[in-house]
Structure formats: C-alpha cells, structure tokens
DNA sequence: AGAACCTAGTTGAAAGATAAACTATTCCGC
DNA sequence: GCGGAATAGTTTATCTTTCAACTAGGTTCT
C-alpha cells in the first residue's frame, strides 16, 4: 500500500472547521425544531420535500432519495409522522408494491408554523454569518460532492 | 408574530446543496470507516483528539468539547471504546471528580490504519471535488458558525 | 465549618438509526 | 406464460443517541 496523500495544514483546518461546525448547527437546528415544534430536522425534511411535490405526495423511495435517507429509516420515521396525523400513506393504484406518502392538512400547517422558525435559526446561525460569495462558493463545493458521490453507486 | 425573512432562490439553493451534501458526505464516511476499520465517525473522532493531545490523553469534559459530543454519549462512546481495548480510562489525581481518557496502543495502531484509508476518503469525495478558493471559503464560513453557535451558550 | 450551589462524569430508560431478512409485486429473457 | 432477477416497502433485532436523573467531589459565601 502506497503512502497515503496527506492533508496539508491548510485544508486540514478548513475540512475541520467544516466538520466541528457542520455537527454543531445540526444540533442547533435539531434542538431547535424539536423543542419548538416536536419535530426532528429529518422529520422535517421529509414534511418539506412532500409539501413542494405536486398534490403534496411522493413515492416512498423518492422521498427517501429528496430527503437523503436509507427507505428503511424513512418507513420508520413515517410511521411516526403518521402516528402525530402529520403524513398519510396509502397505495398506489398503478404499482401495487409502491406506496404514496403524503401531508395531511394538519401536517402542512406544522410545517408552515416550523418553516418560520427555522428560517429563522437558519439565517441566524448560517446565512447571516457568512459572505454571500463564500455562501456561494459553499453552494458549487457541495453540489459537487454530491455529483461525486451520486456517481459513486 | 411579524413575517419571516425567507430566503431568496440562490440561498435556499446553496443552503440545500449544503444540507444534502454534508448528509451525505457523513453516510460515506461512516460507512466508509465502519466496514474498514470498525469504527464510528464520532469514535474516530475520539482517537483522533486523544491522539493529539500531550501524553495522548484527555479529560473526559475537554474531550467532549473538542469532539463536539455530549457529555452522556461520550461516556457511552468510551465505554465501547475501551471494551475493544482502543481508550482507557483513569481517575484523575489531582479532582477526584475527574477522569482521564487516554489512547491505548492499539487504539494509536488502529488510528493509524484508520486515518489512512480515511484521508483517501475525504480527499475523493471532498477536497479533491472543490476548488481550493471554495475550500477556504467554506472554512472561513464554518469558523464563523462555530463562533456564532459558541456565543449563544 | 457548613449550607447552597456548581461541575465532572456515569447511568438507565426511551427514542431513533442501521442492517439484514422478509413479503409482495413487477420486469426481463426466453 | 414461466422462472429468475430486480424493485418497493416493511419489519425485526440490534446498536447508538438522547434525556433526565443521579453520585460525588469541589467552590463560595457567611
């Protein structure tokens, strides 16, 4: 095995910033969503995908890929969201394996009363203490990766 | 209540290509350290602090901070931790309150293995897919939030 | 000294995440 | 249209994380 390419002092500080940083506004936002609102940021996550989708439902598996989790997770955490009347699942007419998940009424209004929160945590902690080209430059970096890793599999 | 601020196009788009990446850049890394190495991100992170710490050792509450865990999961963490031989932990002389984790050998020897395969990962999927402008932004960026998180304690 | 308070760390129960196994349906090649 | 492989989603068991409660040692103030 060759020598491996280490990280020179430079990118070591600016992949550790992003690790420490990136660890503490999940916390942030997490603690922040579930005190105020009861929900998880994935609950979250999965709430918003659903309510930008047309007739505010998606197929389970792509809701697992919009929200960037295993189906597995997401069958567990749906039956959760179901439980508090949040989302409803029901199958699909045309695929008789598939299921739909979509928002309740109930659930929308959850997610428009969280939404102004967490705009707000987002700006505060994210948005406002950086520089917009740096914002921007955060935007391309992570696009990339995830091109990276989408081809990955 | 008065109207939230919501973010315009380009910073919800930044913001997600963050949110999504950062996910997903973790799922890698874990899965990535988990089948090679058996370890966790958060342990690995564990032995990476111990390691750079005089005398390879830490204070349990130091420790915490440095890896930005709670105080409970690393307490967890270590328990596991030193049940595969890789910490120990003793009382500290000087605040009988007090505990000391410190690095085994063959927790130094595993990290060794680890960080290698390791550095390869974060290069592949993130220092070697960002330009090094971007790199120093979002190190500038991440710093920031660190800072801003760290004053709202 | 001692009462009230603070800090260090652990613990146990409950909630959440992961991984592998499983059911049911659809697709594909012949 | 039949057998095998692939896909959709759920489930079960296990591991990890979180949260609140708890032990115990220090600090401070009078």
């Known amino acids: 095995m060759s020598e491996p390419r280490w990280l020179d002092a430079t990118q070591q500080q600016h992949w550790r910033a992003y690790v420490d ?3 503490r506004l999940t916390e942030m936002m997490d603690r922040d969503l579930k005190s105020r609102h009861g929900l998880s940021v994935s609950e979250y ?8 989708a047309p007739d505010r439902r998606l197929r389970m598996a792509e809701l ?4 960037s989790q295993s ?3 997401l069958s567990h955490t749906c039956s959760r969201l179901e439980a508090k009347g949040l989302v409803k699942r029901d199958n699909c007419p045309n695929d008789k394996r ?5 928002l309740t009424d109930e659930g929308f209004a959850t997610l428009e009363r ?7 945590t987002v700006r505060t902690y994210f ?3 950086i520089d917009p080209a740096d914002l921007a430059a955060i935007g ?12 990955a599999r």
């Open 45 to 52: 996550e999965i709430l918003v995908r659903l309510s930008e």
């Open 140 to 151: 391309r970096a992570f696009a990339a990766v995830v091109d990276r890793i989408g081809d």
């Open 98 to 102: 598939g299921v739909f998940a979509h």
């Open 127 to 129: 948005i406002d203490v």
């Open 21 to 23: 940083g990136s660890i």
């Open 64 to 67: 697992a890929e919009h929200a």
């Open 114 to 120: 969280a939404a102004r929160d967490h705009v707000e």
């Open 71 to 73: 189906r597995s997770r």
